[in-house]
């Protein structure tokens, strides 16, 4: 059975830091690009973050410079570095497993991050 566990979420200040975790499991997880995803209340789902299979990293524009991405496939886990955090950074994040040949898709249930003083 494949299970995405995110954690890390939570309350923090504009310009706050938070570190996001997804721990997989019941997948070759080294074979498995993986994406944090956000939906922010009455929008559409949008790509924060990925990292490859061979390590390479792509951000949306609007998190370029604050966030990092980062994967150890020894642990099975991905992690997201967010620093600089704003308001509009508020959505419930989500992490993605996408098979490097694009056969299978898995998601976790979510953790939220809320932006506010």
């Known amino acids: 059975q494949v299970q995405l566990v995110e954690s890390g979420g939570g309350l923090v200040q504009p310009g706050g830091s938070l570190r996001l975790s997804c721990a997989a499991s019941?997948?070759?997880?080294?074979?498995?690009?993986m994406d944090w995803y956000r939906q922010a209340p009455g929008k559409e789902r949008e790509l924060v973050a990925r990292?490859?299979?061979?390590?390479?990293?792509t951000y949306a524009d609007s998190v370029q410079g604050r966030f990092t991405i980062s994967r150890d496939n020894a642990k099975k886990t991905v992690y997201l570095q967010m620093n600089g955090l704003k308001p509009e950074d508020t959505a419930v994040y989500y992490c993605?497993?996408?098979?490097?040949?694009?056969?299978?898709?898995?998601w976790g249930q979510g953790t939220q991050v809320t932006v506010s003083s």
């Open positions: 993605r497993a996408q098979r490097f040949t694009l056969t299978n898709d898995y």
């Open positions: 019941g997948i070759t997880f080294s074979t498995y690009h």
């Open positions: 990292t490859t299979i061979n390590g390479r990293t």
